[in-house]
């Protein structure tokens, strides 16, 4: 599938400050001593594992910010299936340039990689049935717009991307305001009329009030077993979307979607997912 890429002026700061702080004060001292100034040279960053590719657009930037002269053709882009030891990209031109970004390219493009096939496992498990898969804000602190880009790619569905994107009521807001009635009820006095409402539940009883109330349009249904699960979606009848979300693992997506929820939202697709090998080889 092909994906639109996010402006690079977005993901410019944070590409840099990954960089400033490779670099360090002095910059690459290594490469500076060893490598003469006029030395060119074609690397290829290849996947040393089959996966399902991210973080390209992320990796050709870090490269060009620390040279533009530097030629970056990627090969296979983001959201794109890859093989053990495909060539995903390659960068020609100073050697000292590609040496000094090959670090932060590849920690950027190991780590999406990572989640975009986490991503694709478990959206894999839900085929055949109407439920998304979707990601949480349980993301690495300053990557979450990379991280979420990485579930977008793996096939996979975002969630808010901060808290000011939605309203979304926890168990901690309706214990601290005194009950799921009276977090609805301020909810409609307060809440612009282009801001969706979604609140959570742990209890059967609990979506009971939320349907009596009104005034969200989507319920999560947290930590329910499947039985809980299809008593909620029955219950709800159509009146609001219904998402899953609590110890959402692997092995349970199947089972979950058939339960005729809307969304599955899982945390660990991003803050489980494990790094894959990737090398830049010259």
């Known amino acids: 599938m092909s994906f639109a890429t996010v402006p690079d002026l977005i993901l410019e700061p944070m590409v840099k ?56 053709t990627t090969r296979v882009g983001d959201g794109e299936s890859a093989e053990k030891d495909t060539t995903l990209m390659e960068i020609k031109g100073s050697a000292a340039s590609i040496l000094s970004a090959e670090r932060v390219a590849l920690n950027y493009a190991g780590r999406l990689t990572g989640i975009a096939t986490k991503t694709a496992s478990f959206v894999a498990e839900a085929e055949g049935t109407t439920a998304r898969v979707t990601c949480t804000r349980k993301t690495t602190p300053n990557m979450r717009l990379a991280e979420k880009l990485a579930v977008l790619h793996g096939g996979g569905y975002n969630h808010r991307y901060s808290l000011s994107d939605a309203i979304l009521i926890k168990d901690n807001h309706i214990a601290a305001a005194g009950g799921v009635k009276q977090v609805l009820e301020a909810t409609k006095r ?44 029955a219950m709800v009848n159509g009146a609001m979307k219904t ?34 090998d990737l090398g830049l080889d010259f």
Do not use: W
């Open 17 to 72: 400050a990954a960089l400033m702080e490779d670099l360090g004060s002095y910059g690459d001292v290594t490469t500076r001593a060893v490598i003469a100034a006029d030395t060119t040279y074609a690397a290829r960053l290849n996947a040393r594992e089959d996966c399902v590719v991210s973080g390209m657009q992320i990796a050709a930037l870090a490269f060009r910010m620390v040279d533009p002269s530097l030629e970056v």
């Open 190 to 233: 307060h809440a612009s009329h282009m801001m969706a409402v979604e609140i959570e539940v742990d209890r059967l009883d609990q979506l009971e009030e939320v349907l009596a109330t009104g005034g969200a349009s989507v319920v999560l249904l947290d930590n329910m077993d499947n039985d809980q699960l299809r008593e909620a979606v």
């Open 243 to 276: 998402e899953a979300s609590g110890n959402v693992k692997l092995d349970r997506i199947k089972s979950i979607a058939a339960t005729g929820v809307d969304y599955i939202s899982s945390g660990a697709l991003t803050h489980s997912a494990r790094t894959i």
